[in-house]
T-cell receptor, first 115, second 113 residues
Framework: DTGVSQDPRHKITKRGQNVTFRCDPI?????LYWYRQTLGQGPEFLTY????????KSRLLSDRFSAERPKGSFSTLEIQRTEQGDSAMYLC?????????????FGPGTRLTVL | AQSVAQPEDQVNVAEGNPLTVKCTYS??????LFWYVQYPNRGLQFLLK??????LVKGSYGFEAEFNKSQTSFHLKKPSALVSDSALYFC???????????FGKGTRLHILP
């Protein structure tokens, strides 16, 4: 499978615990995005990287959230001290930045449930 | 601020009939518009995009979308619906200052056999 992959697909955790999600983009893609989707809503942008540089962060991304893309390939999204409001689907997408704007390809998502 | 609106939470269509899923947008400058589909327990799948050129854009699975600048709309259409088209559809616009995508709330499409 040469698409975007995410791990784990599901995560159940207790409030206050830390969680980390991983995203592996399509191999030649240099841009990687994180979105969050809650029930009944469209995905909301969290942050994105071009290669290893984090270029933009949403105000949705509180201090408890941190994302990295250390070698410009896979990325991790960590949530510290989880809260029930963090329960959502976390989506990763990748794209190839070219002159003509390209579409983003999405992974299957990681569903987080905070008890 | 750029945004998209999907005025219908749900659309019901009989199999074989034409379908339309509505979307209106608000952007500064030229719009870059997209439609994505989401099936249960699966990620978003790209259907089609409008960047420039013809107002009728053809995409995957027989879908097409009509860009109307005067009405600021980008409605998704298909001439003959299939039961397998039942899914959640999102209209989206690319932010002109960066590359993030701004999504609408989604429209659930039910194709009735």
């Amino acid at each position: 499978d040469t698409g975007v992959s995410q791990d784990p697909r599901h995560k159940i955790t207790k409030r206050g615990q830390n969680v980390t999600f991983r995203c592996d983009p399509i191999s030649e893609h240099n841009r990687l995005y994180w979105y969050r989707q809650t029930l009944g809503q469209g995905p909301e942008f969290l942050t994105y990287f071009q290669n290893e540089a984090q270029l933009e962060k949403s105000r949705l991304l509180s201090d408890r959230f941190s994302a990295e893309r250390p070698k410009g390939s896979f990325s991790t999204l960590e949530i510290q001290r989880t809260e029930q409001g963090d329960s959502a689907m976390y989506l990763c997408a990748s794209s190839l930045r070219e002159l003509v704007r390209d579409e983003q390809f999405f992974g299957p998502g990681t569903r987080l449930t905070v008890l | 601020a750029q945004s998209v609106a999907q005025p219908e939470d749900q659309v019901n269509v009989a199999e074989g009939n034409p379908l339309t899923v509505k979307c209106t947008y608000s952007v500064s400058g030229n719009p870059y518009l997209f439609w994505y589909v989401q099936y249960p327990n699966r990620g978003l799948q790209f259907l089609l995009k409008y960047i420039t050129g013809d107002n009728l854009v053809k995409g995957s699975y027989g879908f097409e979308a009509e860009f109307n600048k005067s009405q600021t709309s980008f409605h998704l259409k298909k001439p003959s619906a299939l039961v397998s088209d039942s899914a959640l559809y999102f209209c989206a616009v690319r932010d002109m200052f960066g590359d993030k995508i701004i999504f609408g709330k989604g429209t659930r499409l039910h194709i009735l056999p």
